[in-house]
Every structure is written in C-alpha cells, then in structure tokens.
C-alpha cells in the first residue's frame, strides 16, 4: 500500500521482537505532528495507524481493535476550543468504552484535558511533546486497557543504557543488585536530570516484577482536583463527567512497581492519604467504599531534602519512614567527574547513529571543557547538549564551540548579550536554572513559569 499522510497506510502489524503488542490510532489534522509521532512510535509499538480526517473514526474504531487512540483536541472546524476534541471522544467511548483515548493538547489547555479525564479520556500529553514522555504515557494507556481485559502487560521501553563508573555510581550500582530483588521501598534522592526516574525503571527492570507493569506517576503535575482519581481511581457517576469506571494508577500498578516521581511535592492532606494507602494495602475509589487490595513496589523520588521538610514539618515523618526503607543517593554530575566524559561518548554514539552524522571523536580540549563544566542541568543538560552539537556539526571531530554555543565552561559572563529575544530567553533560563542548582521547580517559580512551560522551553533551547 502506497504511503501517504492523508490516510490510513497500513494495517497490517509490523511483528518484531522488541514492538510492544499494542495497536495504536493516531488522529491529528497536523501532518506534520502524525509524521513525527508515527516515526517515534512504530519504533516502539506493534501497530501505529494515523488518520488525518477525524469523519473517519467511527469506521476505524468499529473495525479495527485500537488499545490506545492518540485524539488531538481541535481540528479544523474549530481551532482551539477543544469542543471536537470532546465530541470524538465521546463517540469513541460509544463505539468502544474500553478504548485508552489518550489526547494531544496544546499547552494552556491544561485545564480542558483535565476535564477530558474525567469524561472517560485516558491522559493527555502536551504539544510539543517529550518523545520519552509520550511513550511513557501510551504505554501505561496500554498497561490500563490490558489490565482490564487480562492482556499482558509489558514493561516500559528503556531507550538508554545506565552509563557510571565513578565510586559513587558504582555504590549506586551495587545497592541496587542488592536491593532489586526484594519488595523493599526505595527512595531515590537526587538533582533534576540526575538519572532518578531511570534509575526507578532500572530497578523494576531488575526485579521479579520486570514482566508487570512500571506506571510511573509525575506527582508534581497532578492537580489536587485530579489526585485522589489519578491514584486511586473513580466509580462511574462519582461526579459529574464521571462516565466510566477509571482504574487509577495503584491499580494499574497491580503486581509490578509504581514510581511516584516528586513525592516531596504533594500535599499535607493528600501525604496522609497516601500514607493510609500504604499502610492498609488497599485503595477505595472515589465514589466507592469498596476497598481494592493492591500489591506494588514502591519506588519514589524527590529533587528536595525531604529529611529537612520532615524536621519542619512539611513532610509527614511516619510517610517518609514508609517510603525510605533504602534510601539511594544520586549524586550531581560535578560530583562524579569520571562519569562525564564516558556519558558524553556515549550520547556522541547514540545521537550520530539516530541522525546519522560523520561525527565520532570529541576534541582534546572538548573534554577538557567537560569535564570543568558544573552541569547544573545535570546529564539531562550533558544529554541535550551533545544531542544540538551533533546535530550541528560539520567534522568528524566535535569541537568545544560545538557544544557551548556562545558560552564558555565556566563563566557565567561568558552568556550571549545580543539583544535577540531567543537568546535571551535562553540565557535568563539558563542563569535560572544555575541559581536554582537545576531544580526545576524553583526555577519555574523563579521565572514565574508552570513546570510544564519551563520543560517546554529546556526542550526548545537544548538547554
Ligand atoms: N547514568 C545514566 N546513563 C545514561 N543516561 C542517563 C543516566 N542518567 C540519566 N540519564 C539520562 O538523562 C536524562 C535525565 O534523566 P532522568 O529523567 O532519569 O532524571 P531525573 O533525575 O528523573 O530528572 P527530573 O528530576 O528532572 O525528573 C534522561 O534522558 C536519561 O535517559
């Protein structure tokens, strides 16, 4: 069948030995959006269809079995008041109830997706996304639709491999055998782009629970609105849009781990909440008072001195004794030297092969540059870093300009003072996210920007 983004171009599986066995619909008047996200996920999954013209669903949802649906909110007819996004939605979930109708959505639309959750959609990612994110979010869709319906479940893809062998790392390493194994809880304490939420997934991966589910839970971009129904589920009519029964993320975790990223941000009401779920091993819906028996590992991580919350009681202590049973570290990239330069060979390799570029040394004084460097964005920053300067490179060497554009090692006067506006968006970002030691938290307040906008524009800067 000849290729074309204006329509369906395959039904047919694609059978492979890494393809996770899910069949996902993408639906999306933007060719350019079904473009990128087809190239990402077919990469990942079994079957990836697209469909630019959203008349078509009823035919497509009413003939072929779709785990997860990927709905953009506003097509045409209506550019940005979501309202089509809600009417497929709903004609999906007539078609098929069980169908995981993840939607795109556009940032600032925030407040329509969560509403859109409540009315029977899956989750939503926003656009632009994070192809990490976006996988992560497609997979636990699947991971819900096929808890339902008895499907195995499948282990989120891990795209990298675990790069350290300064001491630090390696103690990481070698706690981690120890402790993958058992049921223990573990908290992962570290800087934002430490490595927290792949280490949690490595740890899965290790233990007995590697063929059940991972769901991993971003606890700092839940609403309070949202919680109690993201974790624990609700009951059909438990309020208003409540169509459906929703499985929350403890039950879809049933039998595998769960990873609740951000723990240090949640809530006084909601930490007691939490710390009742854990200690009786079951959760209740929202609208039910029947009480669902769970079986999880717990992995939790926080960028925050919880230890220093729970002394000024920000932080329930009897919570955090649940949750810290082993306790690991991930130091600062400027606090283990030795991992620098390996990482940024090892990210030279993975970005030549994706992009296909010349380029496969680095400079002496490249590493030289590296290695002085502090890192405050931590490998998320050394990762993005060598992803722009491969991409841009015109040798076979990468040189020290390559990577920091504009910017030398050290200095922060060394910061572009050009008065073009991107650039000094970047540069305000970049200072920010040192002066905050890259914590994006605070460096989104120090901006005055939500987490979401502030990862958008890490993203779009590289930085
Ligand atoms: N040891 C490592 N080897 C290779 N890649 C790594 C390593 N640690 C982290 N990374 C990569 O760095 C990026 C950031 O890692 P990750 O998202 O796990 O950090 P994090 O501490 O959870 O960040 P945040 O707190 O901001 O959510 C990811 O792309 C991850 O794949």
């Known amino acids: 069948m000849k290729e074309s983004f204006f329509n369906i171009v395959a039904y047919s599986p694609l059978y492979m030995s890494t393809m996770q066995p899910a069949k996902i619909l993408i639906v999306d008047d933007d060719v350019d959006v079904l473009r990128a996200a087809r190239l990402l996920l077919k990469r990942h999954f079994e079957q990836v269809d697209f469909e630019k013209n959203p008349q078509k669903i009823p035919y497509l949802v009413s003939n072929f079995d779709y785990d997860v649906i990927l709905l953009d909110m506003n097509f045409t007819r209506d550019l940005s008041s979501g309202k089509e996004g809600f009417e497929w939605l709903d004609r999906i979930l007539d078609i098929k109830p069980d169908t995981a109708v993840v939607l795109f959505t556009a940032y600032g639309d925030v407040e329509m997706a969560v509403r859109a959750i409540k009315a029977g959609a899956a989750d939503f990612v926003l656009k632009p996304w994070e192809n990490e994110k976006l996988l992560a979010t497609i997979q636990s869709a699947y991971n819900k639709r096929a808890a339902k319906q008895d499907k195995p479940i499948v282990a989120t893809p891990s795209n990298h491999e675990m790069i350290g062998k300064s001491p630090a790392m390696q103690a990481v390493f070698d706690t981690v055998s120890r ?76 039998g595998g781990s769960i990873f609740l990223d951000e723990i240090g941000n949640i809530s006084i009401p909601f930490q007691a909440k939490l710390l009742t779920v854990l200690q009786n091993r079951f ?99 050394l990762q993005h870093a060598i992803e722009r300067a491969v991409i841009l490179s015109q040798g076979k060497t990468l040189q020290a300009k390559d990577v920091f554009v504009k910017n030398n090692a050290n200095s922060d006067q060394a910061m572009d003072t050009g008065y073009n506006l991107e650039e000094m968006e970047r540069n305000v970002i970049s200072q920010a996210m040192k002066k905050c030691n890259g914590n994006i938290t605070e460096a989104a307040k120090e901006l005055g920007l939500s987490r979401a906008a502030l990862y958008r524009r890490l993203d779009k800067y590289n930085i």
């Not at 570290?190 to 606890?219: C, P, Y």
């Open 179 to 254: 402790v993958a194994a058992t049921d223990a809880n573990i908290l992962i304490l570290g800087e934002n782009g430490t490595g927290k939420d792949m280490l949690a997934r490595w740890i899965h991966t290790q233990s007995d629970r590697s063929s059940k589910a991972f769901v991993s839970v971003d606890l700092g971009a839940i609403s309070e609105t949202l919680f109690e129904s993201e974790l624990f589920g609700h009951v059909k009519g438990a309020f208003t849009d409540a169509r459906e029964d929703r499985l929350g993320r403890f039950e879809e975790a049933n």
């Open 283 to 381: 959760v209740t819906k929202v609208g039910s008072n029947k009480n669902i028996s769970i079986n999880v590992r717990l992995i939790c991580a926080t960028n925050r001195n919880i230890q220093h919350m729970a002394a000024q009681h920000l932080f329930r202590q009897d919570l955090l004794y649940r949750i810290n049973t082993i306790e690991i570290n991930l130091p600062p990239l400027r606090e283990r030297q030795e991992d620098i330069v390996p990482l940024a060979e090892y990210f030279l390799q993975l970005y030549r092969d994706k992009y296909k570029r010349p380029v496969n040394s680095m400079h002496e004084s490249l590493i030289t540059q590296l290695e002085r460097y502090e890192w405050p964005g931590n490998i998320r920053e």
